[in-house]
């Protein structure tokens, strides 16, 4: 029984250490439900998540873990365009992790902070109404780092967030002529009879 016990901490202490864990999301939203078979891709992907407070975030997802030219390409531009004035350790910040949930004026301060430091900071949102919709500058530079590359438009809304929030991320998506996008739902069990249901019972 010794060796075997030595082994399965072995294999416990291996698994332990060598599994990555998903990072944590900057904020909890309940999606709605829907009776969707389809998985979403959330390789090179623009993800746009609201909150039910009406807060918007947006995260550029790259297909490999270690390609960060298209982030860092990203916020070269943004950085160029708003006249930030980041650093080079601010910018590599936003490649280790790129969801943004502040306005340009909150972009610094926001990634001067340590990245395991700021799911502790409470960001406001980025502006999506009709007089200032900043999500439409991060979805236009995103177009451009992503030259090449079939990218999936996904949103995340919290199910009881406000309608004014959904509007006015669609407006953003449809400034940069983007009008295909997936919603990111909570899925469930297909009603009884219908085809899917039929479906989904035939691959039993």
Same mark, same amino acid.
């Given at each position: 029984?010794?060796?075997?016990?030595?082994?399965?901490?072995?294999?416990?202490?291996?698994?332990?250490?060598?599994?990555?864990?998903?990072?944590?999301?900057?904020?909890?939203?309940?999606?709605?439900?829907? +009776?969707?078979?389809?998985?979403?891709?959330?390789?090179?992907?623009?993800?746009?998540?609201?909150?039910?407070?009406?807060?918007?975030?947006?995260?550029?997802?790259?297909?490999?873990?270690?390609?960060?030219?298209?982030?860092?390409?990203?916020?070269?531009?943004?950085?160029?365009?708003?006249?930030?004035?980041?650093?080079?350790?601010?910018?590599?910040?936003?490649?280790?992790?790129?969801?943004?949930?502040?306005?340009?004026?909150?972009?610094?301060?926001?990634?001067?902070?340590?990245?395991?430091?700021?799911?502790?900071?409470?960001?406001?949102?980025?502006?999506?109404?009709?007089?200032?919709?900043?999500?439409?500058?991060?979805?236009?530079?995103?177009?451009?780092?992503?030259?090449?590359?079939? +990218?999936?438009?996904?949103?995340?809304?919290?199910?009881?967030?406000?309608?004014?929030?959904?509007?006015?991320?669609?407006?953003?998506?449809?400034?940069?002529?983007?009008?295909?996008?997936?919603?990111?739902?909570?899925?469930?069990?297909?009603?009884?009879?219908?085809?899917?249901?039929?479906?989904?019972?035939?691959?039993?």
């Amino acid at each position: 029984m010794t060796p075997f016990v030595d082994v399965a901490f072995l294999i416990l202490s291996f698994f332990m250490l060598a599994t990555k864990f998903k990072p944590p999301e900057p904020v909890t939203i309940t999606t709605p439900h829907s +009776v969707s078979s389809d998985k979403l891709k959330e390789q090179d992907a623009v993800l746009i998540e609201f909150d039910s407070t009406g807060k918007v975030y947006f995260t550029m997802n790259t297909k490999k873990a270690s390609d960060k030219d298209l982030k860092r390409d990203l916020i070269d531009r943004i950085n160029t365009a708003k006249n930030l004035g980041l650093t080079e350790a601010e910018k590599a910040n936003f490649v280790l992790n790129t969801t943004i949930g502040v306005p340009f004026s909150g972009v610094k301060q926001l990634l001067s902070v340590p990245r395991e430091q700021r799911g502790s900071i409470r960001q406001p949102g980025i502006p999506v109404d009709s007089t200032n919709n900043e999500l439409t500058v991060w979805i236009n530079n995103a177009i451009y780092a992503f030259q090449g590359h079939q +990218v999936n438009y996904m949103i995340k809304g919290d199910n009881n967030a406000k309608y004014p929030s959904f509007k006015g991320v669609i407006e953003a998506l449809r400034a940069n002529e983007q009008f295909k996008y997936q919603l990111i739902t909570d899925p469930e069990g297909a009603p009884y009879g219908t085809e899917l249901y039929n479906m989904r019972q035939k691959r039993r």
